[in-house]
Structures are given as structure tokens and as C-alpha cells.
């Protein structure tokens, strides 16, 4: 009788009891598959806090982890990811292109290194195994109106992502980089204003009682998502195992459009509109005109000079090697998200 084993597997961007929702019946399947020789033990967020991941990987807590990669504050642990927060990246057939010519040239060699090895990566919603789905965008959800940005200013909004912060700090508002599972503590204590959040965020995470205003920014949030495994766990799978694992981690990604879970947030924040329990905000052509030229002529200096302030030295020649990488994708053709961005 061959020796069984079990997995434990964190959804880093989930609380306990959205994990099955979000997976569905992939653990099953694993388990079906192997025909029991591989179990699938689940966990939330609240098992280990997302920022705590890769190290819990690494070190063997966990065998597998997926969640956002939020170390952009300068290379914490895997310098070459950092880059993914900046919202200038391809999306579409072209983004997979992209996403697949960064893990091949940096992203797997450095994590392995660390002991730890991608069984799939996102950027900006485009995966290096060729599936894509829609990008989106983020809004600031509060617990006080701004009708403005002006009257937004200093307002102190948390963001998971370090360059997602960044975003709010360049239009004037005061970002505070927390795990999903810090928001709603804050916001109780009164430490927090709200949250910069894309439209499924405030019902997926359970906030929409807590927060009764949208300002609408138009945030293009761009990360880096990983499907991790321990190494030293993936090497001792036998082939066969190891390969219904990742294949059925690609299915159970390529089932995860984010476009209706994009319009089903919306028509539950629509639904909240009518019935009175939320105000939507939008911005005056200007504002969000200026919102846009901050990002874009901004963010880029910020990221170069928190890597070399942080010890990446070679920030901006590995930046200049990527924005290279992008470019040569875009030469061949490959097309972009055909849809619309929520």
C-alpha cells in the first residue's frame, strides 16, 4: 500500500469560511485523482497572515499558498516581483506573454533559491500558463463621504499593496499597508478611514456595513498572485501527483473569470445604491484626469528609489530590462484584455 500524504494549503486572500467558495471542489479532485493518495488540508487567511506566506512556505508550516504578493516595499524577499505592483503592465494574451518571460528569466530561479517554487503566477490578471482574465480597478471605500479629493485629503485609507498606498499618497491621502484580516480591527478602532478596494473587495471581505461611501478613483491596481509550493514537498511528489496538482490548480484558476465576480460586486453595490445603504461618488473630469497623470508620471521614481533604499542596487537596470520585455511583447501583436475593466 503506497504511503499517503496530505497538503496543507493556505488561500491567502480568503477568510476560513470564503475558502471552499473560492476553490470550490479542488481539493476533491486532487484526492479523486490520486485515489487518496494525496489529501488537500484547506486553511484561511487567519492561519497564517498573508504577509507571513512565504516564509511559512519555506519553512514547511505549509505546503502550498496562494496569495498576493505584498513585499513592495523594497526587496523583502523576492526582489524581481516587486516590479508587478507598478500599474503599467501588459494585460490579455500579451500580459501571459509577459508574466511567462519574467518567471522564466527571474521569478523561478530566485524563489527557488529561497526553497520555494511557482506552480503559478499572476500579473496584472494575466497568468504565465496562458490563461487571462479581466484587470480591474479600485475605489475608495469609506466610512465618511469625500466628495471630493480634496475633501479627501489626509484621509487614511488602507491598501495591501506597498505601490497601492503609494497611489493614494501621491492624489493626498494617507495610506496604511495592512493583511486583509487587520482592516476591519482598524476601522473599528477608529485608526482607519477606509479602504482602497476593488469593486467585489467590500462584499467578498464582508465590509459593506462598514462602509456606506465609494469614492470613486479608478485605481488600475496591478499585482503579482502566486500559487506557491514548498520545494524540498514538490520534489519529493512523485511526477504523476506533482502533475495533477498543478493541472488541476490551472483549472481551478481558469475557472476564476474575475469578470462576473466584477459585475456581480457591482450590481450588489448597485442593489445597496437603490436601497439607500450606499453613496457613490464620482470625480469631476479633472480630478480624474489628474489622478492619472499622478500615477503615471509618479510611481515609477517611488518604486526605483524604494528598491535601492531597500538594497535592490540594480532596480532601475532590472526595471529598463522588463519595460524591454514589455515592449518586445507588444512588437509581435499579442492582444490585450478584449473586455471591459471594472
Given at each position: 500500500m503506497k504511503e499517503k500524504m496530505t497538503l496543507k494549503w493556505e488561500m491567502g486572500t480568503a477568510p476560513a469560511e470564503k475558502v471552499k467558495w473560492v476553490l470550490g471542489n479542488t481539493a476533491e479532485r486532487i484526492s479523486?485523482?490520486?485515489?487518496?493518495?494525496?489529501?488537500?488540508?484547506?486553511?484561511?487567511?487567519?492561519?497564517?497572515?498573508?504577509?507571513?506566506?512565504?516564509?511559512?512556505?519555506?519553512?514547511?508550516?505549509?505546503?502550498?499558498?496562494?496569495?498576493?504578493?505584498t513585499g513592495g516595499v523594497g526587496p523583502v524577499i523576492?526582489?524581481?516581483?516587486?516590479?508587478?505592483?507598478?500599474?503599467?503592465?501588459?494585460?490579455?494574451?500579451?500580459?501571459?506573454?509577459?508574466?511567462?518571460?519574467l518567471v522564466d528569466k527571474y521569478v523561478k530561479s530566485e524563489m527557488e533559491a529561497f526553497g520555494v517554487t511557482p506552480i503559478a503566477?499572476?500579473?496584472?490578471?494575466?497568468?504565465?500558463?496562458?490563461?487571462?482574465?479581466?484587470?480591474?480597478?479600485?475605489?475608495?471605500?469609506?466610512?465618511?463621504?469625500?466628495?471630493?479629493?480634496?475633501?479627501?485629503?489626509?484621509?487614511?485609507?488602507?491598501?495591501?499593496?506597498?505601490?497601492?498606498?503609494?497611489?493614494?499618497?501621491?492624489?493626498?491621502?494617507?495610506?496604511?499597508?495592512?493583511?486583509?484580516?487587520?482592516?476591519?480591527?482598524?476601522?473599528?478602532?477608529?485608526?482607519?478611514?477606509?479602504?482602497?478596494?476593488?469593486?467585489?473587495?467590500?462584499?467578498?471581505?464582508?465590509l459593506d456595513d462598514l462602509t456606506p461611501f465609494c469614492l470613486k478613483i479608478d485605481y488600475p491596481e496591478a499585482y503579482d498572485d502566486f500559487t506557491i509550493m514548498n520545494l524540498k514537498t514538490y520534489n519529493s511528489l512523485p511526477a504523476d501527483i506533482r502533475n495533477i496538482v498543478i493541472e488541476e490548480v490551472h483549472g481551478w484558476i481558469s475557472k476564476m473569470d474575475r469578470a462576473p465576480m466584477s459585475t456581480k460586486g457591482w450590481e450588489y453595490n448597485n442593489a445597496l445604491v437603490k436601497a439607500?445603504?450606499?453613496?457613490?461618488?464620482?470625480?469631476?473630469?479633472?480630478?480624474?484626469?489628474?489622478?492619472?497623470?499622478?500615477w503615471e508620471t509618479k510611481l515609477v521614481d517611488i518604486w526605483i528609489k524604494k528598491q535601492i533604499a531597500a538594497g535592490f542596487k540594480d532596480a532601475k537596470a532590472y526595471l529598463d530590462d522588463v519595460l524591454n520585455i514589455r515592449d518586445s511583447i507588444l512588437a509581435k501583436g499579442l492582444p490585450l484584455y478584449p473586455g471591459e475593466i471594472l
Open positions: 479523486e485523482r490520486t485515489d487518496g493518495e494525496l489529501s488537500i488540508e484547506l486553511h484561511g487567511v487567519e492561519f497564517v497572515p498573508d504577509n507571513e506566506l512565504v516564509n511559512a512556505v519555506a519553512s514547511g508550516k505549509l505546503d502550498m499558498a496562494s496569495f498576493a504578493y523576492f526582489p524581481h516581483c516587486n516590479v508587478s505592483s507598478l500599474p503599467c503592465w501588459l494585460n490579455g494574451e500579451a500580459g501571459s506573454a509577459f508574466t511567462k518571460a503566477l499572476e500579473i496584472n490578471s494575466a497568468y504565465d500558463f496562458g490563461y487571462f482574465t479581466a484587470p480591474y480597478l479600485c475605489q475608495v471605500w469609506s466610512n465618511k463621504m469625500f466628495t471630493s479629493l480634496k475633501e479627501a485629503a489626509g484621509a487614511r485609507i488602507s491598501a495591501q499593496l506597498v505601490m497601492s498606498g503609494d497611489a493614494c499618497s501621491v492624489i493626498g491621502m494617507e495610506p496604511k499597508i495592512m493583511t486583509y484580516a487587520e482592516m476591519k480591527p482598524a476601522l473599528a478602532a477608529d485608526s482607519l478611514d477606509g479602504f482602497l478596494l476593488p469593486g467585489i473587495g467590500p462584499m467578498f471581505h464582508t439607500g445603504k450606499l453613496s457613490i461618488i464620482q470625480l469631476t473630469p479633472s480630478d480624474r484626469a489628474w489622478c492619472k497623470q499622478q
